[in-house]
Every structure is written in structure tokens, then in C-alpha cells.
């Protein structure tokens, strides 16, 4: 079946990187736009980035360009979120999904980040 899973989240200081990582599984990886996701308690889930299938088009949310890289690795089946100069507005559970953003795709089940002092 199809599973995505998210991980290489944790507690960063602001200033600092991170790293998540969404091993994706079941489906033609390759075939699918994916994006990363992050919401917070009461928020809307917030679109963050866009990468293409085959990884040579990114979007990215205004809130986090320039700091943040989406990119992926067709022959491992995973996406990766490199975040850099993270600011503590950063903070959310952020989630990989499978399908552009306005398909109803597969989600994995989030991974918390947190940028405090």
C-alpha cells in the first residue's frame, strides 16, 4: 500500500538547518508533483513547496523562500526538505504528500519541527 513517512524533524535554535526527509512508498514515485505541507494547532494546512516530478520545478511559499529547498531523489524514492535560518514561525508539523496541491493525494503523517531558543 502507499505509505509516506516523514523524519529528520526535532528542536533547532533560530538561525539553525534542518533537514526532513519523506521516504515515499507504493505508488510510481517518480510520476508524482509532491509537496511539503506544515500546519500548526487551529491553522490551515499551509502549502510550503512545490517540487515537479522529475525535479526541476520548485515553488515555494513567499514565508519561506530563500531559506528553504525542496528537492528529491527519483531513484531513492524521496523528498527532501533542506531548511535553513529557521525562524521561530517555522514551527509546525510538517507533512509530504503526493500529488500537486490541489490533488487529493496521499499524505504521510507529519513531523514536528520546532525552532526555539
Known amino acids: 500500500q502507499v505509505h509516506l513517512e516523514e523524519s529528520g524533524g526535532g528542536l533547532v535554535e533560530p538561525g539553525g538547518s534542518l533537514r526532513v526527509s519523506c521516504a515515499a512508498s507504493?505508488?510510481?514515485?517518480?510520476?508524482?508533483?509532491m509537496t511539503w505541507w506544515r500546519q500548526t494547532p487551529g491553522k490551515e494546512r499551509e502549502l510550503v513547496a512545490t517540487?515537479?516530478?522529475?525535479?526541476?520545478?520548485?515553488i515555494y511559499a513567499d514565508s519561506v523562500k530563500g531559506r528553504f529547498t525542496i528537492s528529491r531523489d527519483n531513484a531513492k524514492n524521496i523528498m527532501y526538505l533542506q531548511m535553513n535560518s529557521l525562524k521561530v514561525e517555522d514551527t509546525a508539523v510538517y507533512y509530504c504528500?503526493?500529488?500537486?496541491?490541489?490533488?487529493?493525494?496521499?499524505w504521510g503523517q507529519g513531523i514536528q519541527v520546532t525552532v526555539s531558543s
Open positions: 504528500k503526493a500529488g500537486g496541491p490541489t490533488m487529493a493525494g496521499y
Open positions: 507504493g505508488f510510481t514515485f517518480s510520476s508524482y508533483v
Open positions: 517540487i515537479s516530478s522529475g525535479g526541476g520545478g520548485r
